[in-house]
């Protein structure tokens, strides 16, 4: 286990949900890496919310990415504190995504529901009518 401080791996039996979650970093880390912008409230409840990733789920593959076939859109959280902003715009350029920067955190969807929704809404309209649904 590598020993990163505020970061550490921890399995606890989560009493609000009965059920064991695991977590990589403490909630004061987390709310401030992740949860910036969300309440106090909020971030406790994300922080609870997490699971374990299923390792099964990463041994599947594909024949070719949905992103290569499809079109696609890309929302860049320019002050993220938990992925490079510039890993972003990095991976979204690879996509060929229509991206669009917003000013927030990594949990932009909390603090800009509104942007997240146009982008939604946008990408919507714009493969209504199109054979790559």
């Known amino acids: 286990m590598i020993n990163i401080p505020g970061f550490r791996h921890r399995r606890a039996f989560n009493q609000k949900s009965s059920r064991m979650v695991s977590h990589f970093c ?58 490079d902003p510039v890993l972003l715009r990095q991976t979204a350029l690879r996509i060929g995504a229509k991206t669009t920067e917003i000013s927030g955190g990594y949990m932009i969807f909390l603090s800009q529901p509104d942007a997240i929704a146009a982008v939604i809404l946008e990408a ?9 649904n």
């Open 124 to 132: 919507s309209f714009a493969t209504r009518n199109t054979d790559n």
């Open 26 to 83: 403490d909630g004061e880390t987390f709310a401030a890496a992740c949860a910036g912008q969300a309440s106090d409230a909020e971030s406790e409840f994300l922080f609870d919310a997490q699971v374990s990733v299923a390792v099964k789920s990463l041994e599947g593959r594909i024949k070719v990415a949905a992103w290569k076939r499809k079109p696609s859109w890309y929302v860049v959280a320019n002050g993220d504190e938990a992925i």
